[in-house]
């Protein structure tokens, strides 16, 4: 069936609309909305109709269908404001109000001998692979099993899993199995690869609660549905004070810990199973797995494998924001140039980003990211504390605004964030920068025992940075021990060996404080690094 609507046209079985005869470009999800849209013009769709359709019943927060329509609406060259094709039932739903003419499918009589075509005019309806992006993993909590003696706890334990569902929802690229789905499953013993299969997700979380006198344990577990192992699992021992609080901390902590996990069996799922025709979840994922390694080709591999996926699928907002992330790292470590231009690019690559998606936590974080190399500070906060806001279990936003609040010489404020973040997420693939940048801000403070304690932790982290070393050298070097300094400024040359006072000044681009500037190269010309590097002989 086709619905001509002025000079649209909406193919039900090409699935795609057309303007005058030329296709559209958009994703799966805004051609299935506008077709459920127009096949119910007459009447208003709830938004809970068409979540169940567009989303399969699965948690998605209301900017999720907001960014959709907006989506809708750009294409039909429509706002929210004049409303001519698609209105607003304030709080209630939508409905598509233009006049549609409905066009049925044309029927071709076949004839004894039919006449040759003048041309070949190619396949009515051309076969199209679907945007990757919109298989992104899928994950159930199935309730949590409470072992306590007491049947009256029931309540704890199911609070615990709706809690967790609701915190992993706020992770955008997760698609999250729905409380009511899932509860209907209570009290069930299942196979989790049968489950796997009749939910249609990748991933399940399963987990007991016991209560005992003032003290509760509770065990989680992360498995892959299609391989039937378990990817994490961990044990939480707490004492009861206030039993909304524990609550609350035993559900951040494992929402917090669940999500890089997920994270990272899905980019090795990708990395090992590479696919011979790279489509934009495939490039986005291979790019998120080189920048997680930490090294100067990788990221440069991850710009690049990053840029592809925004051609691939340009409302691929994760594409735009982590390469302007990617970007950012590119400057602070390695040999991107922090021109004025790229920053620009930067800043309006995490803006298109939450054009696509405005009330993704992510895309603020790394937006924050993007002012922060702008020393725009103030708005950095605001950006991190908005991410905060709408996840309170994102580590990598706490970390953030440590960062923006330290250089701003909030010290104390931004230990707070720092420490706060390494407390949520300990298995993270960036917890070393959390504590090296906690570590750097420690010495503007002044504290350097406790920096100096910090780098050692992170120098125990794979794919632990030169800065890290930097950082311990500064410290030692004000903490009077010239031996060790010395030691750690020998390493820092083996890691990076064109590391000098001038190259540190120019990567501290990001930092405004004066002070903050000469007191860390003062200290780094303390431990014996050499104000310039000598170029080599031709």
Same mark, same amino acid.
């Given at each position: 069936?086709r ?5 649209f ?5 090409c699935?795609?609309l057309?303007r005058?005869?030329?296709a ?7 051609i299935?909305?506008?077709v ?5 013009r007459h ?5 809970e109709e068409?979540?169940?359709?567009v989303?399969?019943g ?5 900017s ?5 329509i907006k989506?809708?609406?750009?294409l ?7 409303q ?6 304030h709080?209630?739903g939508?409905r ?6 409905e066009i049925a ?11 040759p ?7 009515a309806c051309?076969p ?5 992006h919109?298989?992104k993993?899928?994950v159930?909590?199935l309730p949590?099993t409470?072992l306590?003696?007491?049947p ?7 609070g ?10 706020k992770h ?15 009290g ?20 007991s609660?016991?209560?005992s ?17 378990t ?5 939480y ?10 609550q609350?901390?035993?559900?951040e902590?494992?929402?917090a810990?669940?999500?890089?996990e ?5 980019r ?12 934009a ?8 797995y080189?920048?997680?390694r930490?090294t100067?080709?990788d990221n440069?591999e991850a ?35 922090p021109?004025?231009?790229l ?6 690559a995490?803006d298109?980003a ?8 992510t895309?603020?974080?790394? /937006?924050?990211?993007?002012l922060l190399a ?5 708005s950095?906060?605001n950006e ?17 605004l ?7 010489t909030?010290?104390d404020?931004?230990l /707070?964030?720092? /420490?706060k ?10 917890m ?30 794979p794919?632990c940075?030169y800065?890290?070393?930097a950082?311990?050298a ?6 009077n ?14 890691e ?5 006072v001038?190259?540190?000044r120019?990567k501290?681009?990001?930092?405004k ?8 190269l003062?200290g ?5 690094v050499?104000?310039?590097v000598?170029?080599?002989a031709?």
């Amino acid at each position: 069936m086709r619905y001509r609507f002025d000079d649209f046209e909406l193919d039900t079985e090409c699935f795609e609309l057309t303007r005058s005869g030329v296709a559209l470009a958009t994703e799966p999800q805004v051609i299935e909305l506008l077709v459920m849209l127009v096949q119910n013009r007459h009447r208003m769709l709830s938004k809970e109709e068409i979540n169940d359709t567009v989303w399969r019943g699965r948690i998605v927060s209301d900017s999720a269908l907001s960014s959709r329509i907006k989506i809708a609406r750009r294409l039909l060259e429509d706002d929210g404001r004049t409303q001519r094709y698609i209105r607003t039932v304030h709080k209630k739903g939508f409905r598509f109000v233009a006049p549609v003419e409905e066009i049925a499918a044309e029927k071709v009589a076949v004839s004894e001998a039919p006449e040759p075509p003048s041309a070949d005019p190619g396949p009515a309806c051309p076969p199209r692979e679907p945007f990757t992006h919109s298989a992104k993993p899928a994950v159930a909590v199935l309730p949590f099993t409470n072992l306590s003696t007491d049947p009256d706890q029931e309540y704890f334990s199911d609070g615990i899993t709706t809690d967790i569902i609701s915190n992993l929802s706020k992770h955008r690229w997760l698609d999250v199995v729905a409380r009511n789905t899932t509860f209907g499953l209570k009290g069930r013993a299942t196979n989790l690869q049968v489950l796997g299969q009749t939910l249609g997700v990748d991933y399940v979380v399963e987990g007991s609660v016991q209560r005992s006198g003032d003290r509760v344990r509770v065990n989680v577990h992360l498995t892959d549905c299609h391989t039937g192992h378990t990817q994490w699992a961990d044990r939480y021992n707490r004492q009861i004070v206030d039993i909304f609080d524990l609550q609350d901390d035993i559900t951040e902590t494992i929402a917090a810990r669940l999500e890089p996990e997920i994270g990272y069996a899905e980019r090795n799922k990708v990395v090992h199973n590479r696919p011979a025709n790279l489509e934009a979840w495939d490039c986005y994922h291979l790019g998120v797995y080189h920048f997680y390694r930490f090294t100067g080709p990788d990221n440069r591999e991850a710009q690049c494998l990053l840029r592809q996926s925004q051609e691939l699928d340009p409302f691929f907002g994760e594409a735009f924001a982590w390469w302007a992330y990617a970007v950012i790292l590119g400057m602070v470590y390695w040999d991107t140039r922090p021109t004025e231009a790229l920053l620009n690019e930067a800043l309006q690559a995490c803006d298109q980003a939450l054009a696509l998606v405005p009330n993704n936590a992510t895309f603020h974080a790394l /937006r924050a990211r993007v002012l922060l190399a702008r020393r725009e500070y103030g708005s950095a906060i605001n950006e991190n504390r908005i991410a905060i806001e709408l996840n309170p279990t994102f580590a990598a936003a706490y970390c953030g605004l440590g960062d923006s609040l330290a250089y701003e010489t909030r010290y104390d404020e931004a230990l /707070r964030n720092f /420490r706060k973040s390494i407390t949520l997420s300990p298995n993270d693939p960036q917890m070393w920068a959390f504590l090296t940048y906690g570590a750097l801000a420690m010495i503007f403070q002044g504290d350097y025992e406790m920096a100096l304690e910090w780098t050692e932790r992170a120098a125990t982290i794979p794919n632990c940075q030169y800065w890290t070393t930097a950082h311990r050298a500064v410290a030692l070097a004000y903490l009077n021990r010239p031996t060790e300094a010395a030691a750690a400024v020998v390493r820092l040359r083996q890691e990076l060996p064109g590391f000098s006072v001038s190259f540190a000044r120019e990567k501290l681009f990001y930092l405004k404080e004066q002070t903050q500037i000469e007191r860390y190269l003062e200290g780094l010309r303390l431990a014996g690094v050499p104000e310039t590097v000598p170029a080599l002989a031709g």
